[in-house]
């Protein structure tokens, strides 16, 4: 578990490190375009920009589902976890690592779930297409 917890955290690091340097050149482009802007437009591009952040979870119906998703599934990976745990010491007598077994399955169990989500995100976007 701990070198699972050793790569995470340099993965993580290097990403950020990376992140860091890519987003430096970003702003400074981001700057020097403002520069260019009048205030009455930087205004009326922050204001449409607010009104977008706060109906970003309004205006997506699938929010709920994804959540939903993602929930049960946690509790079905763990679920999972023991009964392969309880069937792997009942066969062999032997016991395994639980932290690792628990962290696949839910992580087997998320994955699949969000997948089925965004399938039905696509066919509801499909069929909305094909209704304009």
């Known amino acids: ?3 699972a917890l050793i790569v995470g955290i340099v993965f993580y690091t290097t990403y950020k490190l990376l992140e860091l340097c890519l987003l430096h050149k970003e702003r400074k482009l981001m700057f020097l375009k403002m ?27 699938f929010f709920m589902l994804r ?8 509790g079905l990976g763990w679920i999972f976890a023991s009964i392969l745990y309880e069937v792997h010491r009942n066969l062999t007598g ?21 997948i089925i ?16």
């Open 1 to 3: 578990m701990e070198d």
């Open 94 to 114: 032997r016991y395994f690592d639980w932290d690792s077994a628990c962290l696949a399955t839910i992580s087997f169990c998320v994955g699949i779930a969000l």
């Open 67 to 74: 959540l939903g998703a993602v929930a049960l599934s946690i």
């Open 35 to 61: 520069n260019e802007l009048s205030p009455e437009m930087m205004q009326s591009k922050l204001s449409s920009l607010q009104s977008v952040q706060k109906n970003k979870f309004q205006n997506n119906p």
């Open 117 to 132: 989500v965004y399938l039905i995100e696509r066919k509801a976007f499909k069929e909305s297409k094909k209704r304009e």
